[in-house]
């Protein structure tokens, strides 16, 4: 692990445009951005677009993505790949468990890029990480019983994953290197200060920010 984070733009930011909008990936690409952030969902018709919204958007899989797309303004995800033409690490936050390996590769292998893909549910991610043998698996939150989950994450073939504030400890990287899994620190529960003063200690794979005009400055209200 770098002791130098990646710089991540935040893929729900409004900074730039509409979050996870071609619109908005292109301001953040003028920036030294390392990885790129979109949340996917999958519409009734089997379309991968790129959307966050509030815990309702789980309803949007009922839905044809003309009616979503009519409705929100929102782009597929091969419309939002097809503008970051630099190499760049694309980092999927899987919003929809319908969307199958199948379904990533028929996009994704179109385009030059490195794929990390994140999600909630280790079997989930274990089930994609069995096809997609080149892409990265991150489990996109934090393990309460931090030794256990990591245990299980191996199992599952994720190598990154989050920590809470409480879990950086002196014997976190020795934990961490054995189990050959990498980590970020999980924003919630500190302030922008103590975040980057816990970043500069314990180190981070990555660091998100909205605003990458102003990278002292994280985002941290995930």
């Not at 309702?56 to 419309?79: C, H, M, V, W």
């Not at 500190?190 to 994280?218: C, E, F, H, R």
């Amino acid at each position: 692990m770098s002791d130098k984070p990646l710089i991540m733009f935040h893929g729900r930011s409004a900074v730039y445009g509409r979050p996870n909008s071609v619109e908005s990936i292109t301001g953040a690409l003028k920036h030294s951005v390392d990885i790129i952030e979109l949340d996917v969902r999958k519409s009734s018709d089997g379309v991968l677009y790129c959307y966050h919204g509030s815990w309702f958007a789980r309803l949007l899989k009922y839905f044809s993505f003309g009616f979503i797309k009519n409705n929100l303004k929102i782009d597929t995800l091969e419309e939002v790949l097809k503008i970051i033409t630099t190499k760049k690490i694309i980092f999927l936050d899987i919003k929809d468990k319908r969307i199958t390996a199948a379904d990533l590769k028929k996009v994704c292998d179109k385009f030059d890029q490195e794929y990390w893909v994140a999600g909630y549910d280790l079997l989930y991610l274990g089930q994609l990480k069995s096809i997609l043998k080149n892409y990265k698996f991150v489990y996109n939150f934090a393990f309460l019983n931090l030794q256990k989950g990591l245990e299980k994450a191996k199992e599952n073939g994720v190598g990154i994953t989050k920590v809470f504030r409480w879990q950086l400890t002196s014997n976190l990287k020795p934990i961490l290197l054995q189990l050959g899994i990498e980590f970020t620190i999980y924003p919630p529960f500190m302030s922008t200060q103590v975040y980057l003063k816990n970043v500069q200690k314990y180190g981070s794979i990555w660091m998100a920010y909205d605003d990458l005009g102003y990278l002292n400055k994280p985002f941290i209200g995930f």
